[in-house]
């Protein structure tokens, strides 16, 4: 029974081996893909941060941005609005002056908007209440073809007049003129007060 005795002994001492290496093998191979899967971890958090901080970076530029873009914005309203002041500025001026420099401001858009034929104007009841001596002799005067005729009917307008050739009107109000002439004016405007 000896014999037997060994051999169960020496099975048992054989397999405590080969489960001894198995347990070594698998603490091994546990090892390696715990230090695999702590590796990757760490990869995946550092491409986690990296794309958060480039989130967070598109972010902030896309703010500072809108942040510009708006400042931009508000820049030009501001721009716009002081122009617009400068010019009802300059349209209440001129709705002002008095009646001397009035007249020949009248005078001087007659010269360049008469046409080369007969036609009529129309004045403002307040501009026809004062008109200075000779007006209609003074216009004429310095037209090199056609006539104006002063109409005694008011028309229904501020400052400035109408001139009338048949269908043709000629709207020469310090309204109409300002406001075709706006943009030209912003422009100038921006020059002078931006430059």
Known sequence: MAGLNKIIERI?????????????????????IKEAAIVKVNNDKAATIDAANKE?????DMAESGAQLEGKKVLLATRV???????????????????????AAIY??????????????????????RLPKDFEKKINADLKGG???VSK??????????????DIEINCTFDALIADAKDDIKDELYNIIFA
């Open 147 to 149: 006539k104006i005729t």
């Open 12 to 32: 048992a001492q054989d397999s405590a081996a080969k489960c001894d290496g198995i347990i070594f093998d698998a603490q091994n191979e546990a090892t390696k």
């Open 81 to 103: 609005e002081i122009i617009e002041k400068a010019i009802a500025k300059a349209s209440e001026k001129l709705a002002s002056m008095p009646e001397e420099e009035y007249f």
């Open 153 to 166: 009917d008011p028309a229904d307008i501020s400052e400035g007049f109408i001139l009338v050739y048949g």
């Open 56 to 60: 967070a970076k598109a972010l902030v």
């Open 108 to 129: 001087a858009l007659v010269k360049n908007y008469a046409q080369d034929a007969e036609g009529s104007m129309l004045l403002s009841e307040k501009d026809l209440g």
